[in-house]
Nanobody, 121 residues
Framework: QVQLAESGGGLVQAGGSLRLSCVASGTIFSVNNMGWYRQAPGNERELVATITGRNSLKYLDSVKGRFTLSRDNTKNTVWLQMNNLKPEDTAVYYC???????????????WGQGTQVTVSS
């Protein structure tokens, strides 16, 4: 089995910063893409940022220049540094990882339980 452990959410004022962490553990042969999605009440889940195994990055347009995603492949860990936070960033943030559990398997998507980020105005 594969588990994703998230940390770093919380309450912050507009303009502040938070750093989210996600560690993948369990039966892992390799990790392909890792990243963060978010879901605000009444909205669909959306991609915030993702990074491939070769460190190719993709960001949601509204967070470009404010959020930075980084990765340590040796630790199966990603960090999302969120600066200049805005009230519209308020959501539950979910870690996602596409994991191969052995050499013969394709990658499967795994999700964390979610961490709340609340930005007050």
């Amino acid at each position: 089995q594969v588990q994703l452990a998230e940390s770093g959410g919380g309450l912050v004022q507009a303009g502040g910063s938070l750093r989210l962490s996600c560690v993948a553990s369990g039966t892992i042969f390799s990790v392909n893409n890792m990243g963060w999605y978010r879901q605000a009440p009444g909205n669909e889940r959306e991609l915030v940022a993702t990074i491939t195994g070769r460190n190719s990055l993709k960001y949601l347009d509204s967070v470009k220049g404010r959020f930075t995603l980084s990765r340590d492949n040796t630790k199966n860990t990603v960090w999302l540094q969120m600066n200049n936070l805005k009230p519209e960033d308020t959501a539950v943030y979910y870690c996602n990882a596409n994991v191969r559990r052995d050499y013969w398997s394709r990658g499967f998507d795994y999700w964390g339980q979610g961490t709340q980020v609340t930005v007050s105005s």
